[in-house]
């Protein structure tokens, strides 16, 4: 389930703030001060240094923020960093200066650009992973600080809160999985390592393409604390696990894969379910080099069950399932049995895809999908056009399943 939804609202947001951006032409962008700030900021964080990173936060900061700031800097401390750099620009949407209030920051200057974290972790797979920081950067005597993350909440942008925002942060680690969990709930993230290991050597076979076979996965006290790091906006006490990843504004190309642990239902499950389970959402770590804003929520979640089944063949398709394959929205709203219905004719259509066309089918019409990420057309023209290679379309394949392969 890609995290960052968000990027359809900013750009939505551009013909906003290009308006700004065109009245404020004739005044100085501190654009290069801003970025040299930030990137004082994570030569500080890489350095663990403490005092250096203190001085990139606006002295006049309340304490409540202030605190908050460093809480971060320490638990991210904590944590195997690998790579971390800013980004701070203001091409995509614009300049968003408009919506701070100037009186929160004294009067002075402010800038509130677009700013992006890309983190890498030493277990991440190949390429960071991205979070919008949203900082309102704020000039005193000369100089820029970063000041405050909320000025655009009311937007809908929404600073990235991770678990070492949070609270103290501990890790359990295996040959090919980093976990991080709280200090009280070490133990459970220890005993997991055996379980995702097991889940990366069972799915080993079974995935055909290349990937880079190793993963972070996060394991949050609660279900409440997990919809605030993924900025959830399905109901995540209906499912067990997720695997997120954001596509790179530019490239669309997929970040780097995250697995996110809803241990309140997980840990309710035998060891051989817990297993079945990981090994679905490592399909989804797997195919995430290979997706694109194209692949639809049934390829992926019908790819990914029969991935974790052993490439069962199909089943009767539930009376719910028309002439279409489910729509993307099916796999988050609705009761539990209509999401489950969602998953189980998703991974039908896949296992119909093998029947007919070999078992090579799901892995070509995958790729394939996410081939382009920038191409015309929607989804489902995308769709009907990776398929014809098989001489199929997506109602066909409905119609094939319908009636029995």
């Not at 990366?200 to 919809?227: K, Q």
């Not at 039908?348 to 019409?365: T, V, Y």
């Not at 290679?389 to 009636?403: I, K, M, N, P, S």
Request: glycine fraction near 8%; charge should be negative; charged fraction near 20%.
């Amino acid at each position: 389930m890609p995290r960052r939804a968000i990027l359809a609202a900013l750009l939505a947001f551009v013909l906003g703030a290009s308006t700004t951006t065109s009245a404020r032409a004739k005044v100085a962008s501190p654009l290069d001060a801003v970025r040299a700030l930030t990137a004082a900021r994570a030569k500080a964080e890489i350095a663990h240094d403490r005092d250096a990173y203190l001085a990139t936060i606006d002295p006049q900061a309340p304490a409540a923020f202030r605190d908050a700031q460093l809480k971060s800097f320490d638990g991210l401390s904590s944590l195997p960093v690998k790579t971390l750099t800013y980004d701070v620009r203001t091409d995509l949407i614009g300049d968003l200066t408009r919506a701070v209030d100037a009186k929160k920051y004294g009067g002075a200057p402010v800038f509130l650009p677009q700013t992006v974290r890309a983190l890498q972790f030493d277990l991440d797979a190949d390429f960071p992973g991205l979070d919008d920081m949203w900082w309102t950067y704020v000039q005193r005597d000369g100089r820029w600080f970063v000041g405050g993350n909320d000025d655009v909440s009311d937007l809908g942008l929404v600073a990235s809160q991770q678990m070492w925002d949070i609270g103290p942060v501990v890790t359990a680690r295996g040959p090919h999985v980093l976990l991080i969990a709280h200090p009280g709930n070490q133990d459970r993230a220890q005993s997991l390592v055996d379980t995702t290991e097991s889940a990366l050597a069972t799915l080993a076979p079974r995935w055909t393409l290349p990937w880079a076979g190793h993963l972070v996965g996060f394991v949050p006290n609660s279900p409440d604390e997990l919809t605030t790091i993924i900025q959830a906006t399905v109901d995540v006490t209906k499912f067990v696990a997720f695997v997120s990843y954001a596509f790179e504004p530019e490239t669309l190309k997929a970040t780097a894969p995250r697995l996110y642990v809803q241990d309140t239902n997980l840990s309710t499950y035998g060891s051989a379910q817990q297993t079945e389970t990981l090994v679905h959402e490592f399909t989804h770590a797997a195919g995430a080099g290979y997706t694109s804003p194209f692949t639809p929520a049934w390829v992926q979640e019908g790819m990914a069950d029969w991935i974790a089944g052993n490439e069962a063949p199909p089943t009767a398709p539930t009376p719910q399932l028309g002439a279409a394959p489910p729509r993307n929205d099916e796999f988050g709203a609705g009761s539990q049995t209509q999401i489950v219905r969602a998953y189980r004719d998703s991974r039908s259509l896949i296992a119909e895809l093998a029947s007919l066309k070999g078992s090579g089918a799901p892995f070509d019409f995958f790729k394939s999908l996410g081939a382009e990420p920038i191409r015309p057309g929607n989804s489902d023209y995308v769709v009907d056009e990776s398929l014809k290679g098989f001489g199929l379309t997506a109602t066909g394949l409905v119609a094939a399943l319908h009636g029995g392969g």
